[in-house]
């Protein structure tokens, strides 16, 4: 079959069922075009061609005798290279990990087994920053311009979807790292509720505020994937157990009646022009097609920022403790006694972003700091907990920014990290309520750049997002 590339795996999945595609087919057009695009856009950490192509003509054998297969059966996908993958390297991006071989896989990688697993996916360094230029190994490029970065931290995840080197991949989100590379790269991402999808053998970064999720070409790929990792899993005791079921049951039905919000505080001083005018443009659109857009004001925001940074780099802190170049993981060769060891394994085994964060987090979990700091930020997300609950007894959802500007250029934000986590400023809020939130293309930028719009809705609300976006995704026409 010719234009594999072109269709999405909702279709890909229709064509493997009736017999004219097979999965080894798609499995080698994606390969061809992973050697095509890679040595520009350096996506991948870890391609695994052989094994993939075992993979697939394994799937086609068992499709052949009749077996009940995955929903996603056969699909080529990627993972986020902080997803445990038995027997297949998995570095975080850090060559505190460089060597690590889990025993295990992780339970959305368990979720896909039937899938046809291309490699590991680049990020920034144990998942913390906002550009994917924090790797040990090498920056990824954006596919929409080489010379801009593609977001972060997931940004192998959307760079690979958007580049055509995977047909949907998984990402992770800490506070906005699917959905503002999604945003940078113009393809859909999902950050969902918080305990939907279990997190066990996700290396931590933050364990109050990670979550997995998917990054594909449309809303409708989107649905099929987080339907198929979602779920309880007794090994992660922050996943809800409750009846999950189909997330695309309601794409096609209409949005007419309902009420979405459009806070004031996601407006004002710092946002890109065209973004505004992009995302007021969706609201337009959506109102046409029967929404009501309501203004609202949620003033508690302004705090989940500094918020988000004590509480995330309090818990990294005390995470990436356990990297003490003892039980696995970088051992300096140069040490005197064990504390020299533990000092030049850290020093030597991290980069310059995670040790920032963990002096960060050390600092305000310190004695005479905690309360100053830590303490009064878990009261700050008390009151955003509320905030958006308030909003969210009026409104069926609330439609924002992703992020204040497109992708910048490579290299423009790295010699001041503040800067770069004002990036993140209307995404962290979603995760220090533990809310589900969507990104999906709704314009460009005068230099062609993709700029994306953030749905939020209320706990477990994924699917009535899918409903929204896939109606407005539907006017637009899907990004391709």
Known sequence: ?????????????????????????????????????????????????????????????????????????????????????????????????????????????????????????????????????????????????????????????????????????????????????????????????????????????????????????????????????????????????REYGDYGAKLGKSIRGMKIAVPEEFFGEGLQGEIRQSILTAAKTMERQGAEIVQVSMPALKNALPAYYVISSAEASSNLARFDGIKYGFRSENFEGIEQLYERSHSEGFGAEVKRRIMLGSFVLSAGYYDAYYKKALEVRTLIGREFERVLEQCDMILAPVAPTTAYRLGEKTGDPLQMYLGDIYTVPVNIAGLPALSLPCGRDAEGLPIGMQLIGRAFGEAELYQAAYAFEQEKGAAR
Do not use: W
């Not at 896989?105 to 697993?117: C, G, I, N, P, T």
């Not at 998917?214 to 779920?231: K, Y």
């Open 1 to 241: 079959m010719s234009d594999i590339l072109k269709l999405s795996a909702y279709e890909m999945r229709q064509e493997m069922e009736q017999g004219r595609l097979s999965a080894l087919e798609a499995t080698e057009a994606y390969l061809a075009e992973i050697r095509k695009r890679e040595p520009e856009v350096g996506a991948y950490l870890l391609v695994e061609e052989e094994r993939a192509k075992a993979q697939a003509q394994s799937i086609d054998a068992r499709r052949a005798k009749g077996e009940r297969l995955g929903a996603l059966a056969g699909i080529p996908m990627a993972l986020k290279d902080n997803l445990c993958t038995k027997g297949i390297r998995t570095t975080c991006a850090s060559r505190m990990l460089e060597h690590f071989i889990p025993p295990y896989d992780a339970f959305a990688v368990e979720k896909l087994r039937d899938s046809v697993l291309l490699g590991k996916l680049n990020m920034d360094e144990f998942a913390m920053g906002s550009s994917t230029e924090n790797s040990y190994f090498h920056p990824t490029k954006n596919p929409a311009n080489l010379e801009h970065v593609p977001g972060g931290s997931s940004g192998g995840s959307a760079a690979a979807v958007a580049a055509g080197e995977a047909a949907f991949s998984l990402g992770s989100d800490t506070g906005g790292s699917i959905r503002q590379p999604a945003a940078f790269c113009g393809v859909v991402g999902m950050k969902p509720t918080y305990g939907a999808v279990s997190r066990y053998g996700l290396i931590a970064f933050a364990s109050s505020l990670d979550q997995i999720g998917p990054l594909t070409r449309d809303v409708r790929d989107s649905a099929l994937v987080l339907s198929a990792i979602a779920g309880h899993d007794r090994r992660d005791a922050t996943s809800v157990a």
